[in-house]
DNA sequence: TCGATATTTCGACAACTATCGAATTGATTA
DNA sequence: TAATCAATTCGATAGTTGTCGAAATATCGA
């Protein structure tokens, strides 16, 4: 029986682009928004704005920006449901930018 | 006869805060840093200001000053030996930060 | 439809930053 | 000491961004 041919294994992050990695880092850069994150990574399930702003010293309107700046980073995800938007981290996009920053430090140490 | 007590193993890295966090976060932010970090990694040994200089389309002014943010953010080290300053990546701070970001991604998949 | 609630957009402002040319400091060499 | 070269500092500028209040948009419930 014909075997099917091996599939790309799971999830094969496909290198970063310098642009993509550099938006993702000016979006980590933050600290609100890395405060954002944490929150989100916190709850272990969608987060609601309302929850979300509870959590952080900045106004309505401020939120929504690093909503959005995160957003289109591509490190969550915005579930739009009537009245609410819910967020989520993106799965694998950090693992992907953690391969980029270990790659600077393949090479061990250098003759200081 | 008494055993010292046993130290701190090679180098615990030292729970990262959240400002160093975010001033390593910044300093990699950008581009050209991020390009000069590259350019240190890859040259295995410590790299002269003049081919730093060489590798990115700016100008002497504007290198001393990524160095300068490179360097207070804790990512290089610059040993100045007479008119030339030597580049080399510090070890280990890319890693704390890795360490920070992958704890972000504990929680696997939250229900979208 | 009307009012209440959730989120976004708008407009503005302040703070920060990347960039450069020019002037400066510091070290080497003639 | 004078000239030269490497790197930094200074001053200025342009662009970016975090922040907010107020207004707008969108959804839901009565």
Redesign the interface.
């Known amino acids: 029986m014909p075997v099917p041919a091996p599939q790309k294994p799971p999830a094969k992050p496909a290198r970063l682009s ?1 642009a993509r ?2 938006a993702l ?2 979006a ?4 609100r928004r ?1 405060a954002l ?2 929150s989100i ?6 987060l609601g704005c309302a929850q979300a702003l509870a959590t952080l010293p900045i106004a309505a309107a401020t939120l929504s920006h690093h909503i959005k700046e995160l957003e289109s980073a591509g490190l969550i ?1 915005v ?1 739009r449901e009537g009245k609410f938007h819910f967020l ?2 993106r ?1 694998g996009v ?2 992907g ?2 391969s980029v ?2 790659a ?9």
């Not at 990574?41 to 969608?46: H, L, T, V």
């Not at 600077?104 to 200081?112: G, R």
Request: hydrophobic share 40%; net charge positive; with cysteine.
């Open positions: 310098a990695r550099t880092l000016k980590l850069a933050d600290p890395f994150l944490e990574a916190k709850a272990g399930c969608p995800h579930r989520t981290l799965p950090l693992q930018l953690i920053l270990s600077l430090e393949t090479i061990p140490t250098p003759t200081t």
